[in-house]
């Protein structure tokens, strides 16, 4: 009896885990890409304050990978070579995308370190299969 017990639960533990395990590759992890245009494109000195200032958020929870750097001219027409800088995250999920935006660190750096060198930025998000 204590043996068959002990067999469906090591079998309830086994199913438990495995459907954790499969939520998590389901969901895929989040990749968090941002383009940004300098107020002073080109401007090598700004670029530089951007990349350095943005690498100080690359040990915050839940990141995987996360990238910083300058863009790549190019003559290829569907490439769009116009911004500055670009970034690169690739998070857990969805939660550690969300956890990684409202850090206080995060919040803390754009504000006072990026953006006031940005005209413009635009964000992509998407979902690892």
Request: charged fraction near 25%; hydrophobic fraction near 45%.
């Amino acid at each position: 009896m204590k043996i068959r017990l002990l067999q469906c639960f090591i079998v309830i533990i086994s199913l438990l885990i495995s459907a954790n395990s499969f939520a998590e590759k389901a969901e895929g992890t989040v990749t968090h890409v941002v383009l940004v245009w300098l107020k002073e494109p080109g401007n090598k000195v700004m670029r530089d304050q951007f990349i350095n200032s943005s690498k100080e958020l690359n040990d915050l929870p839940g990141i995987i990978h996360r990238h910083v750097g300058e863009v790549l001219p190019s003559d290829r027409k569907i490439v769009d070579d116009t911004f500055d800088v670009a970034v690169t995250a690739t998070l857990k999920n969805k939660q550690a995308l969300q956890a990684y935006l409202e850090h206080p660190k995060h919040k803390q750096i754009i504000e006072k370190k990026l953006k006031p060198l940005i005209n413009r930025v635009i964000a992509y998000d998407f979902i690892g299969k």
